[in-house]
């Protein structure tokens, strides 16, 4: 959401300067107005790329903010203010760039900004997920249980990366071992496969082989040079509006992962919209906030046409079908729900559905992996294996 600086004058006359997030300018403006701030300027915030801080690593590793997220949360949950729970957390912080930022997020909330536009203004320690989850635990009055639910997100996900990793391992040491610069000089010497007249033809397999091992090696720094093209091209497209929603409909059209994209999804749709439904949050809003937590635009542009639907007088489950994101199982029990009187349950419970299956089908794809990718070097171990064995054979057999 676009951030927005202002100047304005409190009640009491007091000149104060700040930032606000708002879809739209006039919005922006409005929310000022309502704070009872008299706005004297208020403008869309620029940031140049050399304002931007650039880290070779992520600043702050996955436990450190998983143990924070969980820190935090069980700090408001017992009564502390949250710019004393910050305080606390940083006194126990030692990554200084850390500390730096929690200190800035304290002052920034000292000064009138909400807690999620606070860390908003620091994307490189807080992903757009949390800041948004942050924003639904305010609207809700729930923060703690928010914090807690995204810390429990951070955490699986940590664990799942840490488990593929763990079973990648093996197949890439295996990739890696073999030495390839013997074949290259011995058998991949273009002389060997050029045709001589009287010669015996070496096998197709053999030529294609040495002919795609011959390119590689030679042309080396033009594939180098087109696969990095190709990458900032694509990384400069991604980043545009456009390309952020194409890709996120690309990643629910995978074979595989589009399911499991697509799961996830809709566990943090419902997830959220059962915590708004229940703190009686406006469903406009909570709409809009659920779109940004479920982390895929094409999610997040169906969830806005449901909102114009709502609009013209259609209810939730009516708003929600024929949406493409949207499965239809979710949109019958939404159905049901509604006629029920009880959609912060059913929410709940296509959420807990959503989650389990998540879970199962990572724990699957992690258990089809390493065979995957063992499987995947011993089809080219096996060329390899065949183009030197053929012509060593097609050779003895013409020799007898």
């Known amino acids: 959401m676009p951030a927005f600086v202002y100047v304005a004058r409190d009640p009491r006359g007091r000149r104060m300067r700040g930032k606000i997030e708002a879809p739209t300018l006039r919005e922006a403006a409005g929310k000022l107005r309502d704070q009872r701030l008299i706005v004297l300027d208020v403008r869309e915030q620029r940031v140049s790329a050399l304002d931007r801080e650039i880290y070779l690593a992520p600043p702050v590793q996955g436990k450190e903010f998983v143990f924070f997220t969980r820190q935090l949360a069980t700090l408001i949950r017992a009564g502390v203010p949250i710019i004393r729970a910050l305080t606390l957390l940083y006194e126990q912080t030692a990554n200084r760039r850390f500390r730096r930022v929690l200190a800035a997020v304290a002052e920034a909330l000292g000064s009138g900004q909400t807690f999620a536009t606070a860390l908003g203004e620091h994307p490189a320690f807080f992903p757009r997920f949390f800041v948004a989850m942050v924003r639904a635990g305010e609207v809700s009055g729930q923060l703690d249980e928010t914090l807690l639910a995204a810390a429990d997100f951070y955490e699986r996900q940590l664990s799942t990366r840490e488990e593929i990793k763990s079973a990648l391992t093996y197949p890439v040491i295996v990739a890696s071992s073999p030495s390839r610069r013997p074949l290259h000089v011995d058998v991949c010497h273009p002389a060997l496969y ?9 096998p197709a397999i053999t030529v294609w082989t040495l002919t795609v091992s011959e390119a590689l090696m030679r042309f080396w720094y033009a594939w180098l040079g087109v696969g990095l093209f190709v990458l900032a091209g694509a990384a400069a497209w991604i980043r545009t509006e456009e390309g952020k929603r194409f890709f996120d409909a690309l990643r629910l059209r995978l074979p595989i992962f589009g399911p499991l994209a697509q799961k996830g999804a809709m566990a943090l749709f419902a997830r959220t919209m059962a915590t708004f439904y229940a703190s009686a949050v406006p469903m406009m809003e909570a709409l809009t906030i659920a779109g940004e937590v479920a982390q895929n635009r094409a999610v997040a542009h169906d969830l806005e046409q449901a909102k114009a639907a709502l609009r013209d007088g259609q209810s939730f489950s009516r708003a929600l079908g024929g949406r493409k994101t949207v499965p239809p199982i979710v949109v019958q029990m939404v159905a049901v729900g509604e006629e029920t009187g009880s ?13 389990m299956e998540v879970r199962h089908t990572v724990a699957r794809l992690k258990s089809l992996i390493e065979p995957l990718l063992i499987a995947g070097l011993a089809a080219v171990v096996g060329v390899i294996m065949l183009s030197i064995l053929l012509p060593m054979l097609t050779l003895y057999q013409n020799l007898r």
């Open 194 to 202: 050029r045709p001589v007249r009287g010669s015996v033809p070496l």
């Open 343 to 355: 959609l912060d349950d059913v929410l709940g419970k296509i959420s807990d559905f959503y989650e």
